[in-house]
């Protein structure tokens, strides 16, 4: 049977616009409430060289590499968002002492196992939204986990007000691009 051209044009033929999304973040809603600016990360597959008996090696598929995946958002005053990243990275990394991941977990309603992995980790999603600002898909993250959070620096030397925005950057096992409530992994 023929194709005809039609079968191959867009069905939805509005634009993607970058101010509608929404970010959900289990382990640190403070901050996905406030958050400013999130970008879908780029995705690299690698190559393996195979040698071959001429000059020329062959390239072959290798290892999907998802890289960082970073938000930026406006820090409130009590510096409540922002500790909720700062202790979680506190309770990855090396704590005072080992009270201190166990205080963060048992705080988190999870399991009081410092050792558990899923302790440590959360699911994330960037709601993408549509024209009307209804979910159009989801992008969802698997065990995500701060790596770097950035500085707050004062000045007195300003002439206007700027309130302050943090960068907080993510490490995950892998994402999906899911279609909206579906769950399952978006196709086209």
Known sequence: MAATWYENELKNKNFLAPIGFKFILEKAPKVAFLVQQ????????GDIAIPT????????DGNIRYGEFSVSFLVDENLEN????????????????LNERGVWIVDKRTTPDAANYKSLVSDATLQVLNNQNNVSFEVVFEDLFPTNLSTLSFDVTQTDTQFFQAQATFNY???????????????T
């Open 38 to 45: 999130a970008s879908i990360p780029d995705i690299t597959v």
């Open 53 to 60: 008996r001429g000059l020329v090696s062959y390239p072959i």
């Open 82 to 97: 922002y500790m909720q990243i700062h202790n979680w990275m506190r309770a990855l990394g090396t704590p005072q002492d």
């Open 173 to 187: 096992t892998l994402y999906e691009v899911r279609g909206k409530n579906s769950g399952t992994r978006r196709t």
